[in-house]
């Protein structure tokens, strides 16, 4: 049964991040496609609800000529179709319309969707479960259950959810950084480090701190965002959470790799960009060998269980099939 | 969509206003007392913690004021509370599709839309596409094509298939069948549902 709460639409920025710093638990809502979904789970039970879409200034997209800079209130439906997305950072337009379905990215943010929760079983289905995420210190019945879908990567002795965005790996792929509005003013904060490792604290998911407003988000102009691709596999072909997927961009210097991009998704118990993919592949020809060794490079050392063994020869297929798609494009 | 109402530093403008306001903001406790009083009125309301709320919005072209519970969302808000059944409640998390509704010409899952963030918004259902006694173009293909058998997520689909010719999304089979996955059909009349959308495709477009 959803708890009372109250609800409040500021149109400032300022009072938005003001009232939620001052609030006991308050959470930001702007789609609500996440958070209005684990309080009708009672799995987040705020006890008042910042509305922040009326806060006016943060729903364009612009171009400029060393980034794309993207306001985090636009919706993942405006981004995925807007022309300077789709033509010249095809992976990150393609991460948002592989995702979900057309009515949740009507609503949901571009800056909301970096925050999304998992969608380990355990974690959102409740009592008798253990959950260290839902319920800190009670235990994690993924570890002894059916971890298919879960982490390969990152996680802990405490919690193996993984994270299950698309968007935050395609900006990951390409460097991106978020603006965070708070308390103390504004400051930057790269993707790779705007997510935590589980470790022993799995209810931490982020570096934010309590007001923490992430109002735009930075993408740096590189030639490998346009030769770039998001490639995703579900149980099916579309309306599903990735089983595993790939975010590549790459700079061909004629049929040699120059600046190269790799990053996973569906994994990690964060977003994973596979450096050592990405290492092994600069400078070298383009072949389909050296693509599935990249595969291989990015998946070695991964530790599997009977249920989630198949994840490890799909995903290297998609980072081998991911940096096709991209090489076509170049 | 464009760069209109994007500020090349939005965020740090607004900010830096306040700043001013505040006299710094580094470890600005108590911003709050310096926001003109009708900001920290707002602010006040929700520290004081009214669970309820007044709420105006027009549902197929006809307004409407409603106290509601915050927690009641845009699905119930039609069905319990405005007697407009024609939106299902399906699965009520937003996988399934059937509370399909549009909200200023967009599609939308109304069980995962709280009410109270409508306020102010057009909301067309199910009831609100036909003129009179004659269907809309989609559900007379609907009807044409056999495009349903119980007929449960029909309401949600003829929704989000109207929005998707909207989009330009229904521009061949395999574009209609991605934009259109957001809606399970139990029953699996996909084939029909896909074949009633390309029909009325142009026929929308005519009218």
């Known amino acids: 049964m959803m708890q009372p709460f109250s609800y409040f639409r500021p149109t400032s920025l300022a009072e938005a991040v003001n009232s939620a710093a001052r609030v006991q638990n308050a959470r930001f809502i702007g789609g609500g496609t996440t958070l209005f979904d684990l309080m009708k789970l009672d799995i987040e039970v705020p006890t008042t609800l910042i509305d922040v879409t009326a806060i006016p200034g943060l729903t364009g997209i612009e171009a400029e000529t060393h980034q794309l800079i993207i306001g985090a209130l636009a919706r993942m439906s405006d981004v995925a179709a807007h022309p300077i997305v789709r033509d010249q950072y095809p992976a990150l337009s393609e991460s948002l319309w592989k995702a979900a379905s057309q009515q949740l990215r009507n609503m949901a943010t571009v800056g909301g969707n970096l925050l999304q929760r998992t969608r380990c079983p355990y974690f959102r289905g409740g009592e008798p479960y253990r959950c260290n995420k839902r319920a800190p210190g009670s235990g994690c019945s993924a570890k002894d259950g059916i971890d298919r879908g879960l982490a390969l990567f990152g996680g802990s002795d405490a919690c193996i959810a993984n994270y299950p965005g698309d968007w935050a790996i395609a900006l990951l792929a390409f460097d991106a950084e978020v603006e965070v509005v708070g308390l103390g003013g504004v400051r930057r904060i790269r993707v790779e480090d705007l997510h935590r490792e589980p470790g022993t604290t799995p209810h931490i998911e982020t570096v934010l701190r309590p007001g923490d407003f992430i109002s735009r988000i930075l993408v740096p102009t590189t030639k490998s965002a346009r030769a770039s691709t998001y490639h995703k596999i579900r149980d099916r072909e579309s309306y599903a959470f990735a089983l595993t997927s790939a975010a590549v961009g790459v700079e061909m210097d004629g049929k040699r790799f120059g600046d190269i991009r790799i990053a996973l998704g569906g994994v990690g118990a964060k977003p994973i960009r596979a450096r050592a993919a990405e290492a092994l592949l600069k400078g070298q020809p383009y072949s389909r060998e050296i693509a599935l060794q990249a595969g291989e490079a990015a998946f070695s050392g991964v530790r599997t269980s009977p249920h989630n063994a198949f994840r490890v020869p799909l995903g290297i297929q998609t980072v081998a099939d991911a940096i096709d798609i991209a090489v076509k494009r170049a | ?207």
């Open chain 2, 1 to 207: 969509m464009s760069g209109q109402d994007f500020g090349p530093s939005a965020a740090a403008a607004d900010l830096e206003r306040r700043d001013v306001l505040a006299g710094g903001l580094v470890g600005g406790i108590g911003i709050l007392a310096t926001l003109p009083a009708g900001e920290a009125e707002a602010a006040a309301v929700a520290v004081r913690g009214e669970t309820s709320s007044r709420l105006s919005v027009t549902i197929n072209q006809a307004p409407h004021d409603v106290d509601i519970d915050n927690r009641v969302s845009l699905l119930d808000l039609l069905r319990e509370r405005l007697g407009l059944f024609g939106t299902k409640k399906g699965c009520d998390h937003g996988q399934c599709g059937a509370c399909t509704v549009h909200i200023d010409g967009r599609r939308v899952a109304s069980c995962l839309t709280p009410a109270v963030q409508t306020s102010g918004r057009s909301i067309t259902t199910i009831e609100g596409i036909a003129q009179g006694d004659k269907l809309h173009p989609m559900q007379a293909a609907f009807i044409e094509h056999d495009a349903l058998q119980c007929g449960y997520c029909t309401p949600g689909q003829i929704m989000a298939a109207i929005a998707c010719v909207g989009e330009g999304h229904a521009t061949s089979p395999d574009h209609i069948r991605e934009y259109m996955s957001g809606n399970i059909c139990r029953c699996g009349a996909y084939a029909n549902i896909v074949a009633a959308i390309l029909s009325a495709a142009p026929k929308m477009e005519r009218e």
